[in-house]
């Protein structure tokens, strides 16, 4: 299996630009999880879905962040406009019925 | 909320063995990840254990759980200069759907 797979691996983008994060999840697996690493807050959890539905998205910052599933093989976290605060790791994570989450390479966001 | 907490930095020598340690605060645990992560890539998931298992081996990991005291801890056997990265320590409650909480992560850093 290829894995996780998220594309970018890199962005780098001005404030106030949309930027779009984008995450294949392992085949079969119905949960998918996105998270944000920083150094100073650690790694966050934003959303999380369940064959395709959102779940809890309590971790999401504000309403410039948004997500999307529209299929099992693909989802989307988007921020509109960006801002540099937003800068971090984003990773998405997937799994088979709620057990062990397997990580992808993460999409690095630089925003200036 | 529950906390997971772990130490910030470890160096020990090649061939040593080393101990990473974990507690959490979570009475109603489930299951208990070690993830690994080394530069510029994603968290792989290592070993896991059950909530009513209290030590689990493989290869040269070993994870010992004190459920009593929520301890749990990761022991790398002749520890390898490719063991150098930071591992997480994250555990899933019964009331928390399917969501995990990290720890902050542990540098583990190999002398040659």
């Known amino acids: 299996d290829a894995g996780v797979i998220q594309s970018p691996r890199h962005e780098v983008t001005e404030m106030g630009q949309e930027v779009t994060l984008r995450c294949k999840p392992i085949s079969g697996h119905d949960y998918l999880f996105w998270y944000r690493q920083t150094m100073m807050r650690g790694l966050e959890l934003l959303i999380y879905?369940?064959?395709?539905?959102?779940?809890?998205d309590s971790g999401m910052p504000e309403d410039r962040f948004s997500a999307k599933m529209p299929n099992a093989s693909f989802s989307t976290l988007k921020i509109q406009p960006s801002e540099p605060r937003d800068s971090a790791v984003y990773f998405c994570?997937?799994?088979?019925?709620?057990?062990?989450?397997?990580f992808g390479p993460g999409t690095r966001l630089t925003v200036t | 909320g529950e906390d997971v907490e772990q130490s910030l930095f470890l160096s020990v020598r090649e061939g040593d063995s080393s101990v990473i340690n974990c507690t959490y605060t979570?009475?109603?645990?489930?299951?208990l990840y070690w993830y690994k992560q080394e530069p510029g890539a994603g968290l792989q998931l290592l070993t896991y254990i059950f909530s009513n298992m209290d030590m689990k081996q493989d290869q040269r990991l070993t994870v010992l759980l004190n459920k009593k005291d929520k301890h749990l801890s990761l022991r790398i056997a002749d520890t390898q200069t490719g063991d150098s990265a930071i591992y997480f320590c994250a555990e899933k409650g019964h009331n928390a759907g399917n969501m995990l909480t990290f720890g902050g992560g542990t540098r583990l850093m190999v002398k040659p």
């Open positions: 979570d009475s109603s645990s489930t299951y």
């Open positions: 994570a997937s799994s088979y019925q709620g057990r062990e989450q397997y």
């Open positions: 879905f369940n064959n395709n539905v959102p779940i809890d």
